[in-house]
């Protein structure tokens, strides 16, 4: 059974950071993308940054460009979202996904 996991969530004043994971298992596919995606209630999810499994190949949406990073730990099933320069519109529901599969997501709150 495929599960994803979000965690990292809380509550920043703008300008600091925070580190998302997203803990996976039960994939059936060796080559996959995780993607990041986050959503303000109201509006359309909007994919952030990804990250392959077999070429680490990472993308990135101009709002979070050379803000934010994301990267892997393959022994640890683990992805992670380093959001630094947090802004308050940044504020949102975070998930990881693959495929079809979604996690629970996870709430970052940037105070002004």
């Known amino acids: 059974e495929v599960e994803l996991v979000e965690s990292g969530g809380g509550l920043v004043q703008a300008g600091g950071s925070l580190r998302l994971s997203c803990e996976h298992s039960?994939?059936?596919?060796?080559?996959?993308?995780i993607a990041w995606f986050r959503q303000v209630p109201g509006k359309e999810r909007e994919g952030i940054a990804s990250?392959?499994?077999?070429?680490?190949?990472?993308h990135y949406a101009s709002s979070v460009k050379g803000r934010f990073i994301v990267s892997s730990d393959s022994a640890k099933n683990t992805v992670f979202l380093q959001m630094n320069s947090l802004k308050p519109e940044d504020t949102a529901v975070y998930y990881c996904?693959?495929?079809?599969?979604w996690g629970q997501g996870t709430q970052v709150t940037v105070s002004s």
């Open positions: 996904s693959a495929d079809r599969f």
């Open positions: 990250i392959g499994s077999v070429d680490g190949a990472t």
């Open positions: 039960g994939f059936p596919w060796d080559d996959y993308v």
